[in-house]
């Protein structure tokens, strides 16, 4: 392409020259964020659960010495059960 030809189609649509728009000024309008009641029970619900340990500590412990004193006795019918009950309420 020569360049003399590109200055013409410049000109043409005269892509070069810029306009800027006028500032507005005294905007009477605002943005507005309203939160939900629910909204903000499950936020603090959320913070309350994220700072509640995966692991009840206290509970592990107490179990570990029941089974390291021998006064821990679980059948795996038992535990089977469990398991059924946990699933069943999932379901």
């Known amino acids: 392409m020569r360049i003399d030809a590109f200055n013409k189609i410049n000109e043409i649509y005269k ?12 905007s009477s309008f605002s943005d507005l964020l309203e939160i939900s009641q629910t909204g903000k029970d499950y936020q603090t619900a ?37 398991l059924v009950d946990q699933t069943d309420e999932e379901i």
């Open 15 to 26: 892509a070069s020259s810029v306009k800027k728009t006028p500032k507005t000024e005294g």
């Open 46 to 82: 959320k913070q309350i659960v994220a700072r509640t340990p995966d692991i009840r500590e206290a509970k592990v412990n107490d179990i570990k010495g029941r089974m390291e004193a021998g006064a821990y006795n679980v059948t795996i019918e038992d535990v089977a059960d469990k």
